[in-house]
Nanobody, 123 residues
Framework: QVQLVESGGGLVQAGGSLRLSCAAS????????MGWFRQAPGKEREFVAG????????YYADSVKGRFTISSDAAKSTVYLQMNSLKPEDTAVYYC????????????????WGQGTQVTVSS
């Protein structure tokens, strides 16, 4: 079992920044990838960014590329999502997830989820 706890969400004005954190515990050694997804009201959950625990490759959804940065600290078992130039359409509940596969860009590639943290961007 792996437990994930997100933090860092909140209310920010458009153009502002937030940094989300996701602390993992449990059998994290069995996981390869970490990622962030988000779900806006009335919409499906979508992929945002992904990386490996080793901090190798990173990949992003087109909608956040150039504005968001994902990073991982394996020693702390924590993954971060730095969000800059936030837009109202970034408003959503953000979830971190981990999985055994090398790519976590789809919901089916995830094994564990956090409880989510709300990000609200005002215009």
């Amino acid at each position: 079992q792996v437990q994930l706890v997100e933090s860092g969400g909140g209310l920010v004005q458009a153009g502002g920044s937030l940094r989300l954190s996701c602390a993992a515990s449990g059998r994290t050694f069995s996981m390869y990838s970490m990622g962030w997804f988000r779900q806006a009201p009335g919409k499906e959950r979508e992929f945002v960014a992904g990386t490996s625990w080793s901090g190798g490759s990173t990949y992003y959804a087109d909608s956040v590329k150039g504005r968001f940065t994902i990073s991982s600290d394996a020693a702390k078992s924590t993954v971060y999502l730095q969000m800059n130039s936030l837009k109202p359409e970034d408003t959503a509940v953000y979830y971190c997830a981990t999985g055994r596969l090398r790519n976590i860009a789809t919901i089916t590639s995830t094994d564990y989820w956090g409880q989510g943290t709300q990000v609200t961007v005002s215009s």
